[in-house]
Nanobody, 115 residues
């Protein structure tokens, strides 16, 4: 059975950093595109960053230069390094794994940026 678990969220002051992890189990996703999404209160879920199987990535314009997505296929894990956090980055961050037969999602991890 596939499980996807995000971790690493928390409360951080503006300008601070967090590193989110997305660990998948149950099968290998080394050939699949993985993505970080976020959903802020009252807003729609949006894609923050995408990374494909060979490590090429794209990210939302508003986070470029501050957020960095990476993956370790041997560990079946994706990461999101977030630096220079701003209050508007407050949201629940989700991991999504794209497969031909449907997507897998984690339960999300809360990131709160506040002084």
């Amino acid at each position: 059975q596939v499980q996807v678990v995000e971790s690493g969220g928390g409360l951080v002051q503006p300008g601070g950093s967090l590193r989110l992890s997305c660990a998948a189990s149950g099968r290998s996703f080394s050939l699949n595109t993985m993505a970080w999404y976020r959903q802020a209160p009252g807003k729609q879920r949006e894609v923050v960053a995408i990374i494909n199987s060979d490590g090429r990535s794209e990210s939302l314009d508003s986070v470029k230069g501050r957020f960095s997505v990476s993956r370790d296929n041997a560990k079946n894990t994706m990461y999101l390094q977030m630096n220079g956090l701003k209050p508007e980055n407050t949201a629940v961050y989700y991991c999504g794994i794209w497969t031909y037969n449907g997507d897998y999602w984690g339960q999300g991890t809360q990131v709160t940026v506040s002084s």
